[in-house]
């Protein structure tokens, strides 16, 4: 799911480098946290928050699959 999410958010923002992807395991639930360039923010985050709900949902799906609950942050 790590890799996932990291695939969409450089495919969105203008300087893929500076994406990373952490995930912290938990029991049940694993929070993912995504952090991009600053100028990148509003292209991960989207008109009303539009594009982070699309891949909320996305993740979503690929951890119903998998048995697994997954959370997205987005650190600025």
Do not use: F, H, N
């Not at 990373?20 to 600053?38: C, D, M």
């Amino acid at each position: 799911m790590k890799e996932l999410i990291k695939y969409i958010a450089q495919s969105l923002v203008d300087s893929p480098d500076s994406v990373e992807v952490s995930e912290v395991l938990g029991e049940q639930t694993s929070v993912i946290e995504l952090r991009v360039a600053k100028e990148d923010l509003g292209k991960v985050i989207g008109k009303q928050g539009r594009t982070a709900k699309a891949m909320r949902t996305i993740l979503s799906a690929a951890s119903t699959k998998l048995r697994k609950r997954a959370v997205l942050e987005i650190i600025e």
